[in-house]
């Protein structure tokens, strides 16, 4: 499944001020929700601090890709923040995440919610796609740079 299937482009985030992941994973999920990709705001927000408390969705190399399937989203829908400086999310090094993805899904996603995990996974992981997120100058770079890198 592309990216460009998934991402929405009016949730994307190129400055968060978060300082913490609750605080991101809020903005965020406002931000699908004011697209028209999430149903139930609150029941998506639980779910995905669910799904955090279970298990860490830092990645390393300062990615971060929180997810969840909830009743609260009827379609695949991923939603993409730059964090310049860092936000925690128990990364496997130890480093705050300045790339992140949510991800959500249905309750009844079939394997395009791991066949999703893992494609946004190696996009952000690539040297070269992070020091063009990092160089982007507005929502709209960085969207085309997530898409254009798209395998």
């Known amino acids: 499944m592309p990216i460009q299937d998934i991402l929405v482009p009016e949730a994307t985030l190129r400055e968060s001020r978060a300082r913490t992941k609750e605080e991101l994973l809020r903005d965020l999920v406002g931000r ?24 860490g969705t830092g990645l390393g190399q300062g990615v971060a890709i ?10 695949l829908s991923a939603a993409f923040a730059l964090c310049r400086d860092g936000v925690a999310f128990e990364s496997v090094d130890g480093q705050p995440c300045r790339f992140v993805v949510v991800l959500l899904s249905p309750l009844k996603a079939d394997m395009s919610h791991v066949q ?27 969207n085309r740079i997530l898409l254009s890198h798209d395998e």
């Not at 990709?37 to 298990?55: A, G, K």
């Not at 063009?132 to 960085?142: F, M, N, P, R, S």
């Open 32 to 55: 699908l929700a004011q697209a028209g990709r999430v149903l139930d705001r609150d029941r998506v927000y639980d779910d995905l601090l669910i799904r955090e408390s279970e298990q």
């Open 116 to 142: 999703a995990l893992a494609r946004v996974a190696r996009l952000l992981r690539q040297d070269k796609v992070q020091q063009e997120l990092l160089a982007a100058g507005t929502v709209d770079e960085l």
């Open 66 to 75: 929180p997810h969840c399937r909830s009743k609260g989203v009827d379609e």
